[in-house]
Every structure is written in structure tokens, then in C-alpha cells.
């Protein structure tokens, strides 16, 4: 891929994240080290962000259903950066392109039951050709997903017996897009709810015991939980990221890296004391009857309605003054502890999906001798087995807290 034009190619440059995700590119990167061009299907649109970003980058137009233009675009760069939601609507060509012409992916989507699409279709042949494949890169499911792997052996190597299990704890402030709300209402319209709610969708094998079933099912009530002394609740992106991270594990198993035997993971909202356990109950009340009202399809045109639409998101000010914190709490076979902590500053849903999207763009082309597996590692895989601590130290030198210890 060496001899290719560009290194990396951002399709859906002209969307809400796409837009944020051409301004940091034209920041950390250089036209001596990563040439990278934005792409998709609007030129006027496109140009737009170039102006406004003030970037000598080129513009590239292609139909995500032109499989004859899309094949063009992905064979002229070593990585597509995706940000086109919902992915399951915009994402196929694309994706297939990449398999076919051993080009490398990433995205922001948690929508995981096109992602078991993908590995049921593409994933023999992506590893065979060590192309990776990774979606997922974005705050969906980043904090889980690395800070499980890097938990997991910093366990590992101090206490040198197998890591039991790893809950994570959220809080975060910041905003929607209408991209997000978009990918979301998409989901509920293409009936994929009982694939969303099986705990072991991503795994290589989706063959488990209802006592293993039970055992990771979604948390659906909130409880004073000691391991961090106060309440918590479900975590509203807990059925994305825990498949994810359940993907890892059962991946890095075959590959002879187990994280531990009956390993689970599970996540959680915190809140903070005096009114801990009320905020508990009425956000998991809250949430509770928001997903009703996805599952009704006359209720969810009303809210397509109200609703900020694709292409839309918070303002500036809402977008800086966000952050997230993700703590994660980890258990050895032998019962020490171990933690971890992922943090930042800016709205999680945007600010911080564009470093961490960004970021496995670059940790793909600018070290991939240094990558999880080697050269050799394909397939559809996620953050932690694709980038792994490549990937956490970029996001240390991007101003990530990004830390593990006893």
C-alpha cells in the first residue's frame, strides 16, 4: 500500500463529526509524514469544510452506492476513516471495498448488529489478508475496550494469575449529534433488537450457555455498588461496548492471549453522593422509558421530528466544556484489585470520538510494525485487538489521561 496517493481518506468529511474530524487531522498531521483527502457525495458540501478548515487537502466525490467510484476512492489511500452514519445504511460498500482492496478501516459506529454482519462476511477473508478492519473506534467503545485490555495485563504481569473480572464506571457531561440519534432510530427500524440485547453478539462463536448468558446479561437496575462507594446505574452505551470488549476477549483467547477463565466485564453510570442514589433511579427510570419509546414505531417518527438531525450537534461551548471519565475496576483470579483510568476533556460524543477516531487512523499508518499480531494480525477487530498500546500512546501525547495502576 505503500505506493498509494494518500494515507488516510475521511468519507462523510461534510457531516457533524466529519467536519470536527478534518480540523484535527489538518492539525496533528504534516504533508512530509500522512497525506490524507476528505471524500463524499457532495463537492459543494466538501469544499465548504475545506475553506473552513484552511487545508491544501484534495476532495474526492463518491456515492456510497457507486460501488464503481467507491472502489476507486478506497484504492488510493492505506486507510478509509469512516464517519457516514447510520453505518449500516452508508457503510457496506465501503467496508467490502476495503476487503477486497487490503485497505484498512476505521469508524465511530456502535451499531453491533451490522458489525456481526461484517464478521460474518468478511472476517475469514480480512484476516487471511491481514487487512484490519476496525469498527467502533470512536467513544463507542474506546474507554471500554482499551482500558479493559491494558487493565487486563497490567493484572497480569503484577499479580501473575488471570483476571477475573473488569467493571467500568462512566460519568460524563456533553451533547448529542444528530448523527448518534440518527444510527440509533435506524437500529429500532431495521428490527435488530433481540441481536442488540445478545451479551455475546461480537463473538467469534455465539454459542453459550444460559448460565453464561445470565451472567452478562445488561445490568437494568441501579444499586449502591462498594467497589466505588456509591450508587450507579446502566450505562446507556453498556450494550455496545460490553460486546465489544467480549469480542476481545474471546479473540485474544484463540490467539493463545486469554485475559482469563469465565472473564466478565460489565458497565455501569456513576453519580456522585449527597443525591446519589435518587439521580440513579430517576436517570435509569428515564432511560428506561426513552428506550420504550424507540421500540414504537408511530413514536419514533415524533421524535425524528424533534430531534437534532443528521448533519447537526451541540454548540462550540457545549462541545468544550464536556468531558467523560471512565474508571475501570479490576479483579484478579487470586482476588487483588487493579485500576484504571481514561479521561479528557470536550464533549465525549464528539471532541473526544475524534481524537480516538483519529488517533487508530494514524496508529495504522504510522506504526503498524509495532501493532498488535504484527503485520500479519486481520480480520474485524476492535480497538484493543487491533491498535492495542499503540494506540494508548498516542492518546497520552494527544493529552489523554490514559493511566493504569494497583
Not at 223 to 236: C, L, R
Request: glycine content about 10%; proline content about 6%; hydrophobic content about 35%.
Amino acid at each position: 500500500m505503500s505506493e498509494r496517493p494518500y494515507h488516510i481518506i475521511l468519507y462523510g468529511a461534510s457531516g457533524f463529526v466529519g467536519r470536527q474530524t478534518v480540523h484535527y487531522l489538518a492539525r496533528q498531521t504534516s504533508p512530509e509524514r500522512v497525506t490524507f483527502a476528505i471524500a463524499g457525495r457532495n463537492r459543494q458540501k466538501l469544499e465548504a469544510v475545506r475553506d473552513e478548515v484552511g487545508a491544501t487537502v484534495d476532495i474526492l466525490v463518491a456515492d456510497c452506492q457507486d460501488r464503481q467510484a467507491i472502489d476507486h476512492l478506497v484504492s488510493q489511500t492505506q486507510v478509509l476513516l469512516n464517519t457516514a452514519g447510520p453505518f449500516a445504511l452508508y457503510g457496506n460498500a465501503l467496508v467490502d471495498a476495503c476487503v477486497r482492496f487490503k485497505t484498512h478501516y476505521v469508524d465511530i459506529t456502535g451499531e453491533t448488529p451490522w458489525v456481526r454482519t461484517l464478521i460474518e462476511r468478511y472476517h475469514s477473508q480480512a484476516a487471511a489478508d491481514g487487512t484490519r478492519i476496525i469498527p467502533g473506534c470512536g467513544f463507542d467503545s474506546v474507554p471500554s475496550d482499551l482500558g479493559t485490555y491494558l487493565l487486563v495485563r497490567h493484572l497480569q504481569q503484577e499479580a501473575g494469575v488471570p483476571c477475573q473480572s473488569v467493571k467500568a464506571y462512566f460519568q460524563a457531561y456533553g451533547g448529542f449529534n444528530g448523527g448518534t440519534l440518527a444510527s440509533a432510530l435506524n437500529l429500532y427500524d431495521s428490527q435488530a433488537e433481540a441481536q442488540f440485547n445478545d451479551p455475546f453478539l461480537l463473538n467469534p462463536s455465539m454459542h453459550y450457555s444460559e448460565a453464561e448468558r445470565e451472567r452478562n446479561r445488561d445490568p437494568i437496575t441501579p444499586f449502591f455498588d462498594s467497589e466505588v462507594n456509591t450508587w450507579v446505574g446502566p450505562f446507556f452505551m453498556g450494550p455496545v461496548n460490553t460486546r465489544v470488549v467480549r469480542r476481545s476477549c474471546a479473540l485474544y483467547e484463540q490467539w493463545q492471549e486469554p485475559y482469563g477463565r469465565d472473564f466478565t466485564y460489565q458497565e455501569y453510570f456513576k453519580f456522585d453522593p449527597p443525591l446519589a442514589g435518587l439521580q440513579a433511579i430517576g436517570i435509569t427510570t428515564g432511560l428506561g422509558l426513552f428506550m420504550g419509546l424507540l421500540q414504537q414505531p408511530q413514536l419514533r417518527s415524533l421524535l425524528r421530528s424533534v430531534l437534532p438531525q443528521p448533519g447537526s450537534g451541540p454548540s462550540e461551548q457545549t462541545m468544550d466544556e464536556g468531558w467523560f471519565s471512565c474508571e475501570l475496576v479490576g479483579t484478579a483470579m487470586d482476588g487483588r484489585k487493579g485500576r484504571f483510568l481514561i479521561g479528557d476533556r470536550g464533549d465525549p460524543g464528539n471532541r473526544a470520538t475524534v481524537k480516538f477516531v483519529c488517533e487508530s487512523a494514524l496508529s495504522l499508518v504510522l506504526h503498524g510494525d509495532r501493532l498488535p499480531g504484527g503485520q500479519q494480525r486481520g480480520g474485524i477487530l476492535t480497538p484493543a485487538t487491533g491498535l492495542g498500546e499503540v494506540l494508548a500512546e498516542r492518546l497520552r501525547r494527544a493529552g489523554m489521561t490514559v493511566q493504569v495502576g494497583s
